[in-house]
């Protein structure tokens, strides 16, 4: 018999716990813990996954594609802002001025942003172009510090290097490979030096076909990057089912498999030739199989915005509609077996019989050991608060009060942005709302009363900020306030 796994015994244990709740809370519980999600970003949250898209800054004044980018989605990749050309466009002079209007906009409506792309043989400024050897090698350690000091502690992803293989599974011939066979390796240990608080992951086309040559080109390099501890945290696989290629029906292999090395997969920029409902139903399908699978990214809003227009590959026509695709998608989204404690255990929190009353206290993260800390004694309004060591000084002492708040300098409380997963937590004047309030849980969890969501954190290190998202049990939501 199939051994249990310790997710079995999560879902397992969840779903008794729900109908025990069920059970005794006959009449007191009216949401349905199942109840079908009506967006891709909150159907995609249910099973603890984001589901995003591709945005360019230029689209950012269409209130059409936008009202449908804010609606539908919790994730976003700049469609090009982040590249190489866009940001060092001469050499170390950098400008983040689309990059940061895209992360701008993408924070303000509670959605986390993964970077594209650091290091790549394609849309290179000119003098990167032009580089080759010794010079170009400190170019690229150079470009990937420098980026990735500018987003520090920011970004949920970085797409590290992209399309870096030819089909036949070998290294593609760029300028790149010629500074040496070790060029993605140095990459990724310079990007983790640089932002600890990231994941970097890998990105490449044509690699979702499990016997393809490509797939185990970039398979092999990952086994051996992990074999060698080279920093390496998720593959993103592009899924351009556009141009001639499909679906191919060991997808769902190709995920695990990867995702058995000991990393992330996610389907980084999906679209499919005049969107066919079965691919894009079976593509999501794959994903919400493999638990690794952390999410899918759609390459872009409207059949409009799609870099390869012509074939309306999308989810949303040209008008703003929504296509059959996207509803093979959401119900495939819906169908995952939850990962998140459902209504009836958020909904109703088990207060805390210890929260510290009246005095002030850290609040230390359990997977971390660090503290909620307020970056450089901030006492601005919307300063998100991030994990640093605790050293016990006033931007790290919170007070928990009779009314819920969640106190710092006396009169500055812990203030969640919105509502949604990914919004950010910050320090707001105390205004006596409910998004200033938070239960204190007896399972290690801190849940916004406004929001029923969790105080998360997607990593351990110095810098990384915290957010609210569907509580999932896991360890990165849970915080002790100590004395
Ligand atoms: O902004 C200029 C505009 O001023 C100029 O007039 C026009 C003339 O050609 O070009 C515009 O820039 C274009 C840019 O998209 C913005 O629309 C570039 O020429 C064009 O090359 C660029 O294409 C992008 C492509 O990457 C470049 O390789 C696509 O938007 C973008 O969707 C695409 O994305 C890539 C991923 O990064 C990696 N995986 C494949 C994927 C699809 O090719």
């Not at 987003?151 to 797409?159: E, H, R, S």
């Not at 359990?366 to 004694?377: E, K, L, M, T, Y």
């Not at 998004?435 to 969501?453: K, L, Y």
């Amino acid at each position: 018999m199939k051994q249990m796994t310790r997710r079995d015994r999560y879902r397992l244990a969840l779903t008794s716990a729900a109908s025990a709740l069920v059970l005794v809370g006959a009449g007191i519980v009216a949401t349905n813990a199942n109840a079908a999600a009506t967006t891709l970003g909150a159907a995609a949250a249910q099973s603890g996954r984001y589901f995003g898209t591709a945005i360019a800054a230029g689209r950012l004044g269409d209130s059409a594609y936008t009202t449908i980018a804010a609606r539908e989605f919790n994730m976003v990749t700049p469609e090009n802002e982040m590249k190489p050309d866009a940001t060092e466009p001469q050499q170390n002079q950098f400008n983040f001025t689309a990059g940061d209007q895209i992360y701008n906009w993408a924070t303000s409506h509670g959605m986390r942003v993964r970077g594209h792309t650091l290091a790549w043989h394609s849309q290179q400024p000119g003098w990167m172009q032009s580089l080759s050897g010794t010079a170009l090698r400190n170019a690229m350690i150079n470009h990937i510090q420098k980026v990735m000091a500018h987003y520090q502690g920011k970004l949920a992803y970085w797409d590290v290097v992209n399309e870096a293989f030819n089909e036949d599974g070998s290294r593609r011939q760029s300028n790149l490979q010629g500074t040496g066979n070790d060029w993605i390796e140095v990459a990724f240990r310079t990007a983790r030096a640089a932002d600890p608080s990231t994941k970097l992951c890998y990105n490449d086309y044509n690699i979702e076909n499990w016997s393809y040559a490509k797939t185990q080109g970039v398979y092999n390099m990952v086994k051996d990057f992990k074999s060698r501890g080279v920093p390496i945290d998720c593959v993103g696989l592009q899924t351009h089912f556009t141009g001639g290629s499909s679906l191919p029906s060991n997808f769902q292999t190709t995920l695990s498999s990867f995702a058995a090395l000991g990393v992330d997969v996610a389907l980084t920029e999906a679209d499919v030739t005049n969107a066919s409902t079965t691919q894009y139903g079976g593509l999501t399908q794959a994903c919400v199989n493999v638990p690794r699978c952390v999410g899918i990214t759609v390459w872009g809003v409207r059949d409009s915005d799609s870099w390869r227009s012509s074939e309306s590959p999308l989810l949303f026509d040209g008008s703003g509609n929504k296509k059959a695709a996207y509803t093979s998608v959401l119900n495939a989204l819906n169908s995952a077996p939850p990962t998140t404690p459902s209504t009836p255990i958020t909904a109703s929190p088990t207060p805390s019989s210890t929260p510290p009353a009246g005095g002030s206290a850290r609040i230390v993260g359990s997977q971390s050991g660090r503290c909620i800390d307020v970056p450089n004694v901030s006492h601005n309004n919307g300063t998100r608060v991030q994990l640093y060591d605790c050293h016990g000084q006033s931007n790290q002492s919170w007070t928990y009060t009779a009314s819920k708040q969640l106190t710092v300098y006396g009169n500055m409380c812990l203030d969640a942005a919105g509502s949604g997963n990914g919004a950010a937590i910050q320090i707001y004047s105390c205004n006596g709302q409910t998004n200033q309030q938070w239960n204190v849980n007896s399972n290690g969890t801190i849940t916004g009363v406004q929001s029923g969501r969790c105080l998360d954190v997607w990593s351990t290190a110095n810098g990384a900020q915290i957010q609210l998202y569907s509580c999932s049990g896991q360890a990165n939501q849970q915080f002790k306030l100590v004395s």
